[in-house]
């Protein structure tokens, strides 16, 4: 058969042949599966499927990227991606992607921003566009834009009059909703930037006491120096009222003689 190897093609019928003999007793898993997709009997590769014209710069060189498949673009896309460039919160909100029939779309009726079944997102913006400048010949991108996500913005101010009116009935019969999110998340902002603050101003007396020991040439003045608050302080003479015996009382252990004097 000279170069080419047509064994592929016989793998189906190869292993029929070993069924029916005792050499193979078990059915393979791929066994229906190539009965019903059999490999490609063409040996011409042929040119994946054009999307959209693709412009030669040559005639007569041959193009590099011939077999590459396109890439699958909708006009949905770049208008997707402009809505969430000026919007990009809109994608921290949480969103249904649940359908009955997978056909759901077909039944909108996008000549209005509000569906029914539906809830307004970003999707609804998108759409909303589309519909206008497919029904509107003097309707441009930018135009289209602007109205889709003006009508967005009107349906979002609806929304969070009618969530602050529940709200505020709900308060007005006595329920009690807690902290909020937001509320919780600044009590933890601001309380790390206490503890930072603490600590870096006792990072900067430390440092500062160094400098001015370092320039006086005395360094235990600056040991001496060493300010603590009042707290600190206290919790210290407590830890050592533990160790240290009362007046009257014999010290056990230690050194006999102040360290830094000679026995006489």
Request: aromatic share 8%; net charge negative.
């Amino acid at each position: 058969m000279g170069r080419y190897d047509f064994k592929a093609l016989r793998v189906h019928q190869e292993a029929s042949h070993l069924l029916n003999s005792p050499r193979l007793t078990r059915i393979p898993p791929w066994y229906d599966t190539v009965a019903a997709v059999p490999p490609a009997q063409i040996l011409v590769r042929p040119l994946p499927v054009q999307h959209q014209p693709k412009q030669r710069l040559s005639k007569t060189r041959k193009p590099s990227k011939m077999f590459k498949p396109q890439k699958i673009t909708y006009e949905e896309d770049r208008l997707r991606k402009d809505f969430f460039q000026d919007h990009p919160w809109e994608l921290a909100r949480p969103r249904v992607i649940l359908e009955n029939d997978g056909r759901d779309g077909e039944r909108h009726d996008w000549s209005r921003m509000e569906q029914s079944g539906k809830k307004v997102d970003a999707e609804s913006v998108i759409q909303r566009q589309i519909w206008l400048l497919q029904n509107s010949r003097e309707m441009t991108k930018a135009k289209a834009y602007d109205q889709a996500r003006r009508e967005f913005y009107t349906v979002r101010h609806f929304e969070d009059v009618e969530r602050r009116v529940a709200k505020e009935e709900a308060l007005a019969t006595g329920a009690y909703f807690g902290k909020s999110f937001l509320d919780i998340g600044m009590e933890l902002e601001n309380k790390a930037y206490e503890e930072w603050r603490t600590s870096a101003l006792k990072e900067a007396a430390t440092l500062e006491q160094s400098r001015n020991a370092a320039q006086s040439g005395d360094p235990e003045s600056a040991l001496a120096d060493a300010s603590l608050d009042e707290s600190e302080l206290a919790a210290g003479l407590e830890e050592l009222e533990e160790v240290v015996p009362a007046q009257g009382q014999d010290a056990l252990g230690g050194s006999p003689v102040h360290p830094g004097t000679t026995e006489q």
